[in-house]
């Protein structure tokens, strides 16, 4: 069993990585990241499929935003909670809006309708999306990656081969529960209007 999860996380790791950084991917980027400490696949990659990942993800949430508005889809994310915050935030500060949106949990696909309903434009966007993309997907691999050294000092010798790519799935498992609990708690903070 171990095996056959070790060969699929070698097989389909970056894909996952890439996916999971379109939406809210904090943990998938850092899971890269511990798993790119396991030689599972190099540094690089994990960072690559984790930056494309965030900067193809805020894209497409900023194209749903700005060009079908409309939809039942856009509509249904304009309602939930923080979608007012986020909308007078960029109103008021895009440049800061678009570099600090992908890093406030829970806000991402609100966070990129609000920025295409917004007169920021499309070139800026792109500009301010990709870097923050970089900086981003730099800081949660290299957590993952950082991680994975201090676990394989505290646990030592203990967890040859396959058995860390448990405690990789678990930490991820862990920090993505964190932080839904923490986004659902935010969120029903949030007046809706």
């Known amino acids: 069993?171990?095996?056959?999860?070790?060969?699929?996380?070698?097989?389909?790791g970056l894909l996952a990585v890439f996916i999971g950084?379109?939406?809210?991917?904090?943990?998938?980027?850092?899971?890269?990241?511990?798993?790119?400490?396991?030689?599972?696949?190099?540094?690089w990659q994990a960072f690559a499929a984790a930056c494309a990942g965030a900067f193809l993800g805020d894209t497409l949430f900023f194209v749903l935003g700005r060009n079908f508005s409309g939809h039942?889809?856009?509509?249904?994310?304009?309602?939930r909670p923080g979608f007012s915050h986020a909308y007078r935030m960029v109103q008021a500060h895009p440049n800061l809006f678009v570099l600090a949106n992908r890093y406030i949990y829970g806000m991402r696909m609100a966070g990129g309708i609000?920025?295409?309903l917004s007169r920021i434009p499309i070139l800026l966007f792109l500009v301010l999306n990709a870097l923050s993309a970089l900086i981003w997907a730099a800081l949660f691999v290299s957590l993952?990656?950082?991680?994975?050294?201090?676990?394989?000092?505290?646990?030592?010798?203990?967890?040859?081969?396959h058995h860390r790519l448990l405690i990789g799935l678990g930490i991820g498992v862990a920090?993505?529960?964190?932080?839904?609990?923490?986004?659902?708690?935010v969120a029903k903070k949030e007046p809706r209007e």
């Open 1 to 12: 069993m171990i095996e056959t999860l070790h060969q699929f996380v070698e097989r389909f």
């Open 21 to 43: 950084c379109m939406a809210e991917g904090e943990s998938v980027a850092i899971l890269g990241g511990f798993f790119a400490h396991q030689q599972l696949f190099a540094p």
């Open 72 to 79: 039942k889809w856009v509509r249904l994310l304009r309602r």
């Open 114 to 116: 609000a920025a295409g």
């Open 144 to 161: 993952g990656y950082v991680f994975g050294l201090g676990a394989e000092h505290i646990i030592g010798d203990t967890l040859k081969g």
């Open 175 to 185: 920090v993505a529960i964190a932080g839904w609990l923490l986004a659902h708690h």
